[in-house]
Each structure stands twice: as structure tokens, then as C-alpha cells.
């Protein structure tokens, strides 16, 4: 089993910055990648960001350019910088184990409020 802790978040103006932690713990060894998701009130979970135990990232066309994810070990951080407004949601950890078939783990969310 894998816990995730996300911390970090908070209310930020236009055009500031955040770094969000996830801190990993449990059976961290089967973990195959990691990454960010967010949802927004009244959308669906969407996909922020990636990364794999080889290193490789990716990210959605949104944030590409502002945000940044890293590892460390246990830790996974994501770096916003250039917020906007439409980047305020819930930001969710997320880790994957398994290889031919994905199981997901999840962090309670961590609240990013950007205003105008």
C-alpha cells in the first residue's frame, strides 16, 4: 500500500508562484511513476503532469512552460509558476503501480486558490 500527503497549496494573486510536496510512504518500491491532477469545482479530474522512474515528463497543454515536476526519492514536488486564474482547483498526488495493469493512489487534495 502507498500513502501520499500532498501539502503546499494556498490562495496566490495572478501571476504568482507555489511549489506543491507529496511525500510518499508504504511500499514505495512499486511505484512506476508519478504525477499531479487537479479538478476544478463543477469539472472532471484532469491531468497536469508526469513523471516516470526513468526520469520522463510530460504535461498538459495548459501549464506547459509554467509548471514544473520533480522527484526525489519519496518526494514529488510540482512548481507553478505564472498562476492564473484558471489554475485554481484541488491538486491531487498521484502515484502508479503495476505495470500491465495500472493501479492508481491518491492524496486528499491540497486546495490552489489563484485570484485575479
Known amino acids: 500500500q502507498v500513502q501520499l500527503v500532498e501539502s503546499g497549496g494556498g490562495l496566490v494573486q495572478a501571476g504568482g508562484s507555489l511549489r506543491l510536496s507529496c511525500a510518499a510512504s508504504?511500499?514505495?518500491?512499486?511505484?512506476?511513476?508519478m504525477g499531479w491532477y487537479r479538478q476544478a469545482p463543477g469539472k472532471q479530474r484532469e491531468l497536469v503532469t508526469t513523471i516516470t522512474n526513468s526520469g520522463s515528463t510530460n504535461y498538459a497543454d495548459s501549464v506547459k512552460g509554467r509548471f514544473t515536476i520533480s522527484r526525489d526519492n519519496a518526494m514529488v514536488y510540482l512548481q507553478m509558476n505564472s498562476l492564473q486564474p484558471e489554475d485554481t482547483a484541488v491538486y491531487y498526488c498521484n502515484a502508479v503501480v503495476g505495470t500491465g495493469i495500472p493501479f492508481h493512489y491518491w492524496g486528499q487534495g491540497t486546495q490552489v486558490t489563484v485570484s485575479s
Open positions: 508504504g511500499s514505495i518500491f512499486s511505484i512506476h511513476a
